[in-house]
């Protein structure tokens, strides 16, 4: 069993960061896929980022690509989404999930693969 916690979201202005932060319990962190979902009022959960087990191969949407970084620190069972230069459109609950499907072999995007999941925290790009 693994649970998951975020913090860190917030009201940010347009051009703004944020980063967020999503801790496990567990001793068994490392051996699980990472990812970042959000989902704004009126729309369905979308991908936004996946890490793999040790953090050298990472998965991004068209949309936060050069923008977002996804990364974990395994010994502090941490994982972390930096969010730069953020739009309105970004606005929405960031959540964390876990899965045992490993991002070097297969495509992580599938909110149905994840085994466990966060709270959510908010996050808001408004002036």
């Known amino acids: 069993q693994v649970q998951l916690v975020e913090s860190g979201g917030g009201l940010v202005q347009p051009g703004g960061s944020l980063r967020l932060s999503c801790e496990a319990s567990?001793?068994?962190?490392?051996?699980?896929?990472m990812a970042w979902f959000r989902q704004a009022p009126g729309k369905e959960r979308e991908f936004v980022a996946a890490?793999?087990?040790?953090?050298?191969?990472?998965d991004y949407i068209d949309s936060v690509k050069g923008r977002f970084t996804i990364s974990r620190d395994n010994p502090k069972n941490l994982v972390y989404l930096q969010m730069n230069s953020l739009k309105p459109e970004d606005t929405a609950v960031y959540s964390c999930?876990?899965?045992?499907?490993?991002?070097?072999?297969?495509?992580?995007?599938?909110?149905?693969?994840?085994?466990?999941w966060g709270q959510g925290t908010q996050v808001t790009v408004s002036s």
């Open positions: 890490v793999n087990w040790s953090g050298n191969n990472t």
């Open positions: 567990g001793r068994t962190f490392s051996s699980y896929t």
């Open positions: 999930a876990a899965t045992r499907v490993n991002l070097d072999l297969f495509r992580v995007r599938a909110g149905m693969i994840y085994l466990y």
